[in-house]
């Protein structure tokens, strides 16, 4: 952020959390307290016969790699309703019988992911304006290494180590690896190591 949005002044003062991640930025004329919200995607793993669908990406970020289709959640927008347009728009596909299969906190970009689960209708698809191909991928054919990003290499790894698992996983889990301190008191939640 360069400028207040309020007053229009540049004398901003900015608010880490110590890891040189921006939390706020205050401006030091008016005294406006403008947050840095995380953006909230949803993407969709949309199974059919037991493969799942992926988009070839035609933009940035990682043009020409694989993804699950999805994007931002717009204003007033149901996050279901976000994965299920992301997967008409990018994929030419509807997903049936959505549900919250995993939630992705992404602090190193600002972002937060919720990724559902349904089943592709009819085994339906094409690629669409945002991607170059869509294809259907058994667990075995996974494109491990042309994925676009850390987030559907994340719920791909999930879905394909943990699906048929009987126990219970967490639906939520924050995408940072930091060393756990020597000594940790009181309880731990998983994800935040």
Known sequence: ????????????????????????????????????NPRLLACCI???SGQVLLCRRAGEPGPGLWALPGGYVEACEPVQAAAARGARQQAGAVVDDLALFRVYNLPKCNEVIAVFRGQLRD?????????????????????????????????????ATRRWQATYASPVEDLVWLQPPARLQGPTLRGLR
């Open 46 to 48: 949309a199974e059919w």
């Open 123 to 159: 085994g339906r698809f094409n690629a669409g304006g945002e991607a170059r191909a869509a294809t259907l991928f058994p667990k075995r054919d996974l494109p491990w290494e042309q994925l676009a990003s850390e987030s559907s290499r994340a719920a791909l790894h999930d879905y």
């Open 1 to 36: 952020m360069k400028y207040c949005s309020d007053c229009g002044s540049a004398e901003l003062a900015a608010t880490d959390d110590g890891r040189g991640n921006v939390r706020r930025f205050d401006c030091r004329r008016c005294g406006a307290r403008h947050s840095c």
